[in-house]
């Protein structure tokens, strides 16, 4: 069982930044693809960003790529996104998810991320232009 902790949310103006951490309990941090995603209001949950067990691979929704950077910290159990040049279509609230037998890359394509593991109950981030 894998415990997750969203922090870092808040109000900026457009083309603000904003940097989410996720902090996940127990032992086996290493062995979990880790990702994000995210719902807007009136809108379906949608992926935002994943890394690899290893950290060595990395994937984005389109329109994040180039402005989103996903990192990982296995030695201490957190997960990071750093979010710059944020929109009013950013807002919405993020969740951290982790699984024990997606792939980051699988978890790329996973639509509303039906089926993963463990998910935090989010963080809200809110961007007014």
């Known amino acids: 069982q894998v415990q997750l902790v969203e922090s870092g949310g808040g109000s900026v103006q457009a083309g603000g930044s904003l940097r989410l951490s996720c902090a996940a309990s127990?032992?086996?941090?290493?062995?979990?693809?880790m990702g994000w995603f995210r719902q807007a209001p009136g809108k379906e949950r949608e992926f935002v960003a994943a890394?690899?067990?290893?950290?060595?691979?990395?994937y984005y929704e389109d329109s994040v790529e180039g402005r989103f950077t996903i990192s990982r910290d296995n030695a201490k159990n957190t997960v990071t996104l750093q979010t710059n040049s944020l929109k009013p279509e950013d807002t919405a609230v993020y969740y951290c998810v982790a699984d024990s037998q997606s792939t980051a890359q699988a978890m790329s394509v996973r639509g509303q991320g039906y089926g993963l593991d463990y998910w935090g109950k989010g963080t809200l981030v809110t961007v007014s232009s």
């Open positions: 127990g032992r086996t941090f290493s062995r979990y693809a």
């Open positions: 890394i690899s067990r290893s950290g060595g691979s990395t």
